[in-house]
């Protein structure tokens, strides 16, 4: 059975290895050991704290194999991004060039830097072990979040987003960073990319350049990546897009990728999301696939099952996965 759960400081280890393995480009799951760190700590104070809104915390989220005991993916759920530090993208808006007298009325795209999505809730972090990208266990893991902001609203914003790992090559190269950011930043990618995560923000306004980019005047390699996605991230788009997350016009300001957003309340699990009460019998092992939840923060625990008639039939390892009883109330989701 898997099991996802909120990341603790014993988990330290494996989560170093989740973000040595995921590679250059995600910007949140950073190779660097102090930073994870400190993300699960500020992970485990957010779960811990008591909340009425939407503030500065981080949801950190782990996959447990209960055969093997072995971690095999993370993701994280961010309350807020933005508002002690600022969030920028590059919006991709059209900008008109017309000439009455010579009967020419061009429509140019254009990329303006942005701070549109300050307040707004963020998907992030997710990375899953390959020998695990099958069987539902992505879903499980991506959506198990949506199903903690269904049993906890009032932490999360009402526009939810979604940060996409842009086009990088296998050798770490970004073709968008290096027909755009390089020219401001002289560094390497990989170096850019890092210091999102270890330093203040404001260096990104104080060298990027401050006026609109015309997209016509970059290189062809820089126009073909914005907006696109790195092959590694075909499934957790899918998975998104399926969620009813879709692309707005806004792109990462390093590697052009793609940022996904949708009202949060019309997101498809928390949308369908349901409660029922825990029945107690032998494991489901026909009918319409679930994620299941309990409705505990700090102890939040989801799995999927199976459901067949209208009661919520449930193993006794499943409910001690669950970490409830017999007619406890949960949330569940079809697939």
């Not at 992970?43 to 704290?49: C, H, I, K, N, P």
């Not at 170096?191 to 290189?219: E, Q």
């Amino acid at each position: 059975m898997l099991i996802v759960r909120p990341i603790k400081k014993d988990d330290t280890k494996t989560f170093n290895n989740f973000a040595a393995a995921a590679g250059v480009g995600h910007t949140n799951l950073p190779n660097n050991a102090v930073q994870l760190a400190q993300k699960i700590n500020h992970s485990e104070l957010s779960f811990a704290a008591s909340v009425d809104h939407a503030g500065e915390e981080g949801y950190t989220f782990v996959m447990e194999d209960t055969l093997t005991h072995q971690l095999v993916g993370t993701c994280t759920a961010d309350a807020t991004v933005g508002l002690s530090e600022p969030y920028y993208t590059y919006r991709i808006d059209q900008v008109t060039h017309s000439s009455s007298d010579l009967a020419i009325n061009n429509r140019v795209p254009a990329l303006h830097m942005s701070h549109d999505y300050t307040g707004a809730s963020r998907l992030s972090s997710f990375y899953i072990e390959p020998d695990y990208r099958c069987d539902f266990y992505d879903q499980l893991l991506s959506k198990s979040r949506l199903l903690f902001m269904t049993c906890f609203p009032e932490r999360f914003s009402a526009t939810t987003i979604a940060e996409i790992k842009g086009v990088i090559d296998e050798n770490g190269i970004s073709p968008f960073w290096e027909g755009v950011g390089r020219h401001f930043f002289t560094m390497d990618f990989a170096k850019a990319d890092l210091l999102t995560t270890s330093s203040n923000k404001h260096f990104i306004t104080n060298l990027m350049p401050r006026y609109p980019l015309y997209v016509p005047l970059l290189n062809q390699q820089a126009q073909d990546v914005i907006g696109q996605h790195h092959d590694d991230a075909e499934d957790i788009v899918n998975i998104l897009e399926h969620e009813g997350m879709h692309l707005e016009g806004h792109v990462d300001i390093f590697d052009a990728g793609p940022i996904l957003e949708a009202r949060t309340r019309l997101i498809r699990t928390i949308r369908h999301a349901e409660q029922t009460q825990a029945v107690m019998g032998d494991e489901v092992v026909q009918g319409k696939r679930v994620l299941v939840c309990n409705n505990s923060c700090v102890d939040f625990r989801c799995i999927l099952a199976r459901k067949q008639s209208d009661a919520l039939v449930l193993s006794k390892a499943q409910l001690e996965g669950l970490q409830v009883a017999a007619g406890n109330t949960l949330t569940y989701c079809h697939l």
